[in-house]
């Protein structure tokens, strides 16, 4: 008997931006956006493209990019909102309008200021407004975690009348419970006369640690698409896992009827991507992508795991793009080993320019170090791509000195448009007094809110992964570097800052679309 398809919506392009500092560039997007295609995602929520004229080049981009996999495009349910979608995504090969409006009594009471019949008349208007653009249609009741089932059904019931295809419903604020979460998915699938014209999705989110638990409770009870990022990335406390659920649902297909298509051996290339350009680290016991999700270090486990891995692990590393065979890549490596190796991670490079320049970058990356581990050639092209975009600010040479007893000072030189200029200044340590300096020069008025170190792989000799947070204007920017070094990275990483905090006057933060 064959099993349902279980459709993957992966939304890290768009709520997963909406993490504070998360904010990526189109061409970030379009890297991630091709990485999600390469591991077989349904549909790729690419962003809001009513948010900003970046927003919607973006959006656009990615639709003009990616052909296997339905681009979608958030829009609340307002004609503007709509228009700008279905422009964004008319390139796509499958194009997909998902439109809003919040449906719990306190969203439509203190936000909407609307009554029930207007809220459900104006999601039947979107629902017409969207079939303009394409025959794809999503419509969320937002906060149906909260919302009266009796008025979800009505409003379902409507919509899917209209023509809406796939029906989500939101756990907007992470409210649920698995066991109550799952019981009103069964109750609207089961309650609703037209359900079976639609597909039922969930997008939860974590603020109580539930989101996978409450989508697949969802799934259990007949949602057939979940709605999920890359790392669990996302507004506030994030969304349900990707990974977390894909395998949850692999691994236990003697509790689920369903499995998705998706190509789970790409996960930890897209995790290891995703972490690298928004700079949010993944934490190292974190489920399926974490550093030691697969690690053994009790005696017991270990005996056991070498007698037979099935004792102390329920999913095979390979299954999620790990090896136990690697390919160990050093300073007297060729350019064809390099370039093998890429290939094998999925790596793929735009121009030969771009090839010759990470491979510059690796052989003095490999003077460095023994050897290079897939982590630091991930950190090699995340580096050279910023380089290879022409940003303003270059760091051009970093002198430190700090001794016991003394002031640790820092002597650096940018060039800023073609011309260099350089600073000398002390600080309470080496770190401190470098962005001293890169600040006298810059002159930015930035707010340090976070400054991060990670190392990428074992040993003393590892490349150290710094990301700053800083405030401007009222915007989080996140700024990332990394080398064996860890003052230079540092000073990397807020340099990557000050050229996104240059971008950031031409480019805004999306407006926050909730679902």
């Known amino acids: 008997m064959s099993k349902d398809r279980l459709i993957i919506f992966d939304t890290t392009l768009r ?89 719990s009594p306190i969203h439509m009471e203190q936000k909407l200021r609307m009554s029930p019949d207007q809220v459900v008349d104006q999601a039947i208007a979107a629902v017409r407004m969207a079939k303009k653009y394409t025959d794809d249609i999503e419509f969320s009741p937002e906060d149906a975690g909260r919302s009266e089932p009796d008025f979800l059904c009505r409003i379902i019931e409507a919509v899917i009348k209209e023509g809406a295809t796939t029906i989500n419903i939101p756990d907007t604020v992470g409210y649920n419970i698995p066991h109550q979460f799952g019981n009103l998915i069964n109750d609207l699938v089961t309650r609703i006369p037209n359900s079976d014209k639609a597909i039922f999705s969930v997008h939860c989110h974590n603020d109580l640690g539930l989101a996978v638990a409450n989508s697949l409770a969802a799934v259990r009870n007949g949602a057939r698409q979940v709605e999920c990022t890359i790392n669990g990335l996302g507004e506030r406390a994030g969304n349900a896992s990707l990974e977390e659920v894909v395998m949850a649902v692999r691994t236990r297909q003697d509790v689920f009827d369903c499995d998705t298509s998706l190509d789970s051996t790409q996960i930890m290339n897209c ?112 580096e050279s791509s910023s380089e290879m975009m022409n940003e303003p600010v270059k760091l051009i040479s970093l002198s430190v000195c700090s001794e016991t007893g003394e002031t640790p000072n820092a002597s650096i030189t940018l060039s800023i448009h073609g011309e260099e200029k350089k600073a000398q200044c002390e600080g309470s340590g080496p770190v401190d007094a470098s962005f001293q300096a890169i600040e006298s020069i810059m002159s930015s008025g930035v707010e340090l809110q976070l400054y991060s170190v990670n190392n990428i792989t074992t040993g003393s000799d590892s490349q150290g992964e710094v990301t700053v947070r800083v405030r401007s204007n009222g915007n989080i920017i996140n700024g990332q570097g990394a080398d064996t070094d860890i003052v230079i990275a540092s000073a990397k990483a807020y340099v990557n800052a000050m050229n996104k905090v240059i971008a950031s006057e031409q480019r805004t933060h999306p407006q926050r679309g909730e679902v």
Do not use: W
Request: proline letters at 2%; a negative charge.
């Open 15 to 103: 709520d997963g931006e909406q993490s504070p500092g998360a904010s990526m560039t189109a061409d970030e997007k379009v890297r991630i956006a091709k990485a999600l295609e390469q591991m077989k995602v349904d549909v790729i929520e690419a962003g809001f493209p009513i948010a900003s004229n970046g927003d919607f080049e973006a959006v656009k981009a990615v639709a003009n990019t990616v052909k296997d996999s339905t681009i979608c495009g958030l829009a609340r349910a307002k004609q503007i909102d709509i228009d700008r979608a279905g422009e964004a995504i008319k390139p796509a090969n499958s194009g997909r309008i998902h439109t809003f409006i919040a449906t």
């Open 271 to 382: 995790s290891r991507l995703v972490s690298g350009i928004t700079g949010f680290a993944v934490q190292p016991n974190k489920a399926i992508v974490g550093a030691n999700a697969f690690a053994h270090e009790s005696g017991i486990h270990q005996d056991g795991v070498l007698k037979s891995r099935e004792t102390y692990e329920i999913m095979r590393a390979q299954d999620i793009g790990l090896s136990t065979n690697k390919i160990v890549l050093g300073k007297h490596s060729g350019r064809n080993a390099f370039k093998t190796r890429m290939a094998e991670l999925n790596i793929e490079f735009s121009s030969e320019e771009e090839l010759n320049e990470v491979f510059a970058n690796f052989k003095t990356l490999a003077d460095k170090k023994h050897e290079i581990f897939d982590e630091d050639l991930q950190a090699l092209v995340t």
